[in-house]
């Protein structure tokens, strides 16, 4: 009876030594994701504001951000600018961010924002905003196009074209 006991011990011993090993070990070595170097770049970038202030990308970073290349020219863009302000509207309590990086002339985009102020930043990007939209996953440089970036700084959703009510609102669960 006492060798038995001894033995059911000593077999609980290691069974709790095995399991806590398997849980250090676990946490340990468990991988974080790893950012692209499109991502990294984008998030060390910087542009200047319609009126000359910085937009750093840095300064976005921990919170959920949808960042929306247009230009004034492009009839799409100019259509979504009015439900992405209101987007941003409705949803900056829950820590979302809007930013709008416009690939067009500084003072194009001054004037148009005399007609239609935007609520959110915008940062002039310039003909290189459309290069940095390709390393985000824009292959042909399409206006408008949308990316979504999760509060780790990841990409989790990009869009060519025109968003709708329905995207946005899909994206709006991810805060």
């Known amino acids: 009876m006492k060798l038995q006991r001894r033995t059911l011990w000593m077999a609980g011993v290691a069974v709790a030594a095995g399991a806590a090993g398997a849980l250090i070990s676990t946490r340990r070595f468990q991988l974080e994701p790893v950012m692209s170097e499109a991502e990294a770049a984008f998030w060390a970038g910087a542009f200047d504001g319609p009126n000359g202030e910085a937009v750093r990308m840095a300064d976005f970073r921990g919170r959920p951000l949808l960042v929306n290349f247009w230009a004034t020219w492009c009839p799409p863009c100019v259509e979504e600018l009015p439900m992405l302000n209101a987007f941003h509207e409705a949803h900056k309590a829950q820590g979302w961010q809007v930013l709008g990086l416009a690939v067009d002339q500084p003072s194009a985009v001054r004037s148009f ?20 939209s390709r390393s985000l996953g824009n292959p042909a440089g399409a206006l408008p196009y949308s990316v979504v970036f999760g509060g780790d700084g990841a990409v989790v959703h990009r869009k060519i074209g025109k968003v709708s009510d329905a995207d946005l609102a899909q994206w709006a669960k991810l805060a």
């Open 113 to 132: 924002m005399q007609k239609l102020p935007l609520v959110f930043p915008v940062g002039m990007a310039g003909l290189a905003g459309t290069e940095l």
